[in-house]
């Protein structure tokens, strides 16, 4: 579903997307997307700061972002992002590849996110694949590259990622589900500190929580204590 609730995409295994018009009491199909060459295993909404963008991901290991322009759906080239520019031209940047056994689900940051402005939002997508990884990416510079390392404490598939919204809070998190039934909630950490014997670690996190964590004798960290703001 779309940011205002008036339209639904839908992935199918027939390699295709469907565009719904939605309201109160009927449905409305308003468009068939054309353009992988595999079963579509999600697609997702940006946020409408960006414009109106979709993006998809398939079995072919491709991304797609299609964009509507004057109530036609366009598709951007494969494995490619679309930034639009102030002056109404739209440029692309590859990301090569992101995942390379297959991508498997994608998910837009929220228009709200930290750092974001009104006139100059960041853009942000993270991603899922078949290689167990979750990896971020954001434009810099009219160029998608990896935010920082990629997340890897998945041990199969990384089925579904999904950014959640803020609602313009300082927080940043995403969770990723696995193919064994298993779900890891990434938040954003945003300062750590060492005590003076370097045994206890301290770290604030994108919740507005901060965290003691001590090292034990196995090479281990427990969590101490949580300060509450």
């Known amino acids: ?6 339209r639904l995409a839908t992935a199918s295994s027939d390699n295709t997307i469907k565009i719904t018009g939605m309201n109160e009491s009927t449905s409305e199909p308003l468009a068939t997307l054309s353009g992988h060459r595999g079963p579509v295993w999600q697609v997702a909404w940006a946020h409408p700061k960006l414009g109106s963008l979709l993006a998809s991901c398939s079995y072919d290991g491709r991304v797609i972002i299609w ?6 759906w366009k598709k ?6 679309f930034s639009l520019r102030s002056y109404g031209v739209w440029e692309t940047s ?13 998910s837009w940051a929220p228009g709200g996110l930290v750092g974001s402005g009104l006139l100059d939002p960041v853009q942000k997508i993270c991603s899922g694949g078949c290689d167990n ?9 009219g160029v998608w590259e990896m935010d920082f390392p990629a997340l890897q404490m998945h041990t199969d598939w990384v089925r579904h990622v999904a950014w959640a919204p803020n609602l313009g809070l300082p927080k940043s998190t995403i969770a990723s589900a696995l193919q064994d039934g298993r779900a890891i909630i ?11 014997t370097g045994n ?5 996190d994108g919740s507005n929580n901060a965290m003691l964590w001590k090292g034990v004798a196995n090479g281990e960290w ?5 300060i509450d703001p």
């Open 222 to 226: 427990q969590q101490v204590q949580t």
């Open 67 to 72: 964009r509507e322009d004057n109530n036609q």
């Open 76 to 81: 951007a080239r494969g494995n490619s992002v």
């Open 186 to 196: 990434w938040t954003a950490v945003w300062k750590v500190s060492w005590s003076l």
């Open 1 to 6: 579903m779309d940011y205002y609730g008036k």
């Open 94 to 106: 590859k990301i090569d590849q992101a995942h390379p056994v297959g991508v498997t689900s994608v």
């Open 200 to 204: 206890i670690l301290a770290v604030a």
């Open 133 to 141: 990884n979750v990896k971020v990416w954001k434009l810099n510079n």
